[in-house]
């Protein structure tokens, strides 16, 4: 079955720049999504297709692609921002079945 | 704005079946494809399968023979079954909207844009 890998946590100091990667053989060809998840809630979308940001997601947040791996970089970490972070994809079988990274605990310092 | 809630019991026992229901306030169900996603406590994310408005659907492989989805479009509810439960499908579980963009005059599944609160459902 298909895979996303991510690292398993991620840590920073207050104003540094986070990178959480996530990798996958069919992220070439199809869009990655970044979630953030805070405890006790839901997931929150921070990044659509790759590199977009929704409305109402602050601008440090920011995504990148190359190859076969996704990069989300959170530039000027702020407490506020230490959650899980899930990458989410699909298969390029042709069924789009929905993959989700194992997520990433951002942790800042 | 939309929102999702789910409902449904919070304690399933071992064998039988776990039947959630989403329903869907502030928007129409229509002309959207809607998910469920499970999360063990302490654990990642799981998407269970989606369902369209017209009823079709696709399930995660690795539970398709245990999952049935169903929509009813005049209650704008969306439900999910899945039989012979274990202690492993204890999780809490959501359900969420899946976003769309449409491209060059087609349109295609995009981020899940909406979610439920999240329900807890232990089974034992």
């Known amino acids: 079955s298909y895979e996303l890998t991510q690292p398993p946590s991620v840590s920073v100091s207050p104003g540094q720049t986070a990178r959480i990667t996530c990798s996958g053989d069919?992220?070439?060809?199809?869009?990655v999504y970044w979630y953030q998840q805070k405890p006790g809630q839901a997931p929150v979308v921070v990044i659509y297709?790759?590199?977009e940001r929704p409305s109402g997601i602050p601008e440090r947040f920011s995504g990148s692609s190359s190859g076969t791996t996704v990069t989300l970089t959170i530039s000027g970490v702020q407490a506020e921002d230490e959650a899980d972070y899930y990458c989410?994809?699909?298969?390029?079988?042709?069924?789009?079945?929905?993959?989700f990274g194992g997520g990433t605990k951002l942790t800042v310092l | 704005q939309v929102q999702l809630q789910e409902s449904g019991p919070g304690l399933v026992k071992p064998s039988e079946t776990l039947s959630l229901t989403c329903t869907v306030s502030?928007?129409?169900?229509?002309?959207?494809?809607w998910s469920w996603i499970r999360q063990p406590a302490g654990k990642g994310l799981e998407w269970i399968g989606r369902?369209?408005?017209?009823?079709?659907?696709n399930y995660n492989p690795s539970l398709k023979s245990r999952v049935t989805m169903s929509v009813d479009t005049s209650k704008n509810q969306f439900s999910l079954k899945l039989s012979s439960v274990t202690a492993a499908d204890t999780a809490v579980y959501y359900c969420?909207?899946?976003?769309?963009?449409?491209?060059?005059?087609?349109?295609?599944?995009?981020?899940?844009?909406?979610w439920g609160q999240g329900t807890m459902v232990t089974v034992s």
């Open positions: 969420a909207r899946v976003g769309e963009y449409c491209s060059n005059n087609s349109c295609y599944e995009d981020a899940f844009d909406i």
């Open positions: 502030g928007g129409s169900i229509s002309s959207y494809y």
């Open positions: 369902i369209y408005t017209s009823g079709s659907t």
């Open positions: 069919a992220l070439p060809k199809q869009y």
């Open positions: 297709k790759d590199s």
């Open positions: 989410q994809s699909a298969d390029s079988s042709g069924t789009l079945h929905v993959v």
